[in-house]
């Protein structure tokens, strides 16, 4: 790692261990998100306050060694998209229906390259760059709205923007979230 590079990735490990700033970004940021009517669709029908505080739990594992693919993170990660995006099939019409797009048209969903788990059912909801923008787009407003220094908001924006391949699972790229 250069000297440039370190004392920057040592300054924004700092800020993310603070659990109580990192959980002032992640209320701000949540409410945003489930505000959204183009994207709020994917989360499930869990409290907000559940949801949020199954991020901040994952937030605080990564921030606390920064290797996404330590057991605790992963379970940490697993029980945040559990928590926010899993659905069981109790509907109203008593199925999940999510699959039928792809069987329908016949298409081949190639393959995913799921983050954990409990991954899987977001990806079939059919996310793709246009939500993730969205979500980078409400980050970025949740720091300067809680006037998040430009420098470390950059590279938290940074850090997030590593995750777009995981989070949509696409094969052949990177998997893992930071």
Known sequence: ???TVAPQVQ???AALSDGNWVGRIVDVFYAKMLDDYRINRFFCNCPAAEQAAALKAYLKAYAGNFNSKDETVLAALDHYF???FARNNAKPGGNDFAFLPDTA????SGTATLLCPAHGFL???GLDDFHYDIVIEH???????LNVADDLAYQMLALAEKGRNG???RAGKSNRIG
């Open 105 to 108: 048209s016949g298409r081949d």
């Open 139 to 145: 980050l970025g407003a949740a720091l300067q709205q």
């Open 123 to 125: 990806v079939k909801l």
């Open 82 to 84: 559990t928590v926010a």
């Open 11 to 13: 300054s924004m490990r």
């Open 167 to 169: 989070l949509l699972a």
């Open 1 to 3: 790692m250069s000297a």
